[in-house]
């Protein structure tokens, strides 16, 4: 039960470092900052962020030998999580890297993939959320004969 909480932990605070970044810094950057530092700023939190949610998963899935799934859910973030450091960034950094960046058409391809980013992310997060309530069912409840 210990290694099952020590997951559980793990869990919520990848899913909270994420849903700070993605869902309250970023938009204060973009609302304090103009648009190209706020957008680096967001960019080096997210991938950070996305590293040690990496970290975090892999060993909340390792701690969850016994629960197939929400080691399966751990896993797939873990999953999501390396696509989008692997393949997704890079393609966003190279596009930021093109001559015509960011008035030509490699901004509307930058846009496209931003948002495959933002859908893999969601994605993240709401499995995590999804572990965390699987989590949070498996729990003991009250003994009701105390109620």
């Known amino acids: 039960m210990a290694r099952t909480r020590l997951a559980a932990v793990l869990v ?3 899913l909270g470092a994420q849903l700070a970044v993605a869902y309250a810094v970023a938009p204060l950057l973009f609302a304090r900052l103009d648009g190209v530092t706020a957008g680096e700023l967001a960019g080096e939190l997210l991938h950070w962020v996305e590293w040690a949610t990496c970290l975090l998963l892999m ?4 701690l969850e030998l016994e ?7 751990a896993l797939a973030v873990f999953l999501l999580q390396l696509v989008l450091l692997i393949y997704v960034e890079p393609q966003m950094h190279a596009l930021k890297l093109a001559p015509d960046w960011p008035e030509g058409p ?3 391809a930058f846009m ?29 409840g009250p003994d009701k ?3």
Do not use: D, E
Request: hydrophobic share 55%.
């Open 12 to 14: 919520a605070l990848s």
């Open 112 to 140: 496209s993939w931003h948002a495959v980013a933002q859908t893999l992310y969601l994605a993240g997060v709401l499995l995590q959320a999804g572990w965390l309530i699987s989590w949070l069912r498996g729990m003991p």
């Open 145 to 147: 004969r105390t109620l």
């Open 59 to 62: 060993l909340a899935a390792f």
């Open 106 to 108: 490699s901004r509307q």
């Open 67 to 73: 629960s197939g799934v929400r080691r399966g859910f």
